[in-house]
């Protein structure tokens, strides 16, 4: 793993796998599919910032060690190089729980590219890191979870929706949004009928 992002005057690459998927917040040239492997996405981080409190905290996505994962890679322009990576710093690094890397990540095409890409990978020796959780465990963060950027639920939600705009299935994170919905909408209030 390279972990020097900050090389001035080039194009710069950033590895989306969670809500940058949906919500990149910087401008880009390129908004291409794309595949790392090496690592796979995982709902294995407690969120005490963005979706959870220490608390309450609910749960947000981390690049983990094995198997692969797919997802967007933005290309930047150089210009916005390091405004770029002074953003992605303060949304992701709030509390240091990613290591940033740079990757080999492959980009969709005939035949497919490969371009090094800034990636942030979960640190498993940080207290924030859950490891792997069961369905329940995960459904009991998700369903508490809100922090500044909003409850835990919606975070899931987009991410699974933007996956599937992208032919993608995660088989984990689909089973918990399935779950999360149903719940939801066992919870949700009865509607009266209309007055006539």
Known sequence: MNSTPDRAGEDLWVFGYGSLIWRPGFAHLERVPARVTGLHRSLCVYSFDHRGTPERPGLVLGLDRGGACRGIAYRVAAKQRLATIEYLREREQT???????????????????????????????????????TLDQQIHHVRQGHGRSGN?????????????????????????????????????????????
């Open 152 to 196: 835990n639920r919606d975070y899931v939600l987009e991410t699974v929706a933007a996956l599937e705009a992208l032919n993608c299935r995660d088989a984990e994170l689909h089973l918990l949004a399935e779950r999360l919905r149903s719940t939801y909408e066992t919870q949700a209030p009865a509607l009266s009928p209309p007055s006539s």
């Open 95 to 133: 509390t240091h729980v990613y290591l940033e890397v740079v990757r080999n990540v492959w980009l969709a095409g005939k035949p497919e590219q490969r371009v090094s890409a800034l990636c942030y990978v979960v640190d498993r020796s940080h207290p924030q890191y859950a490891g792997r959780l």
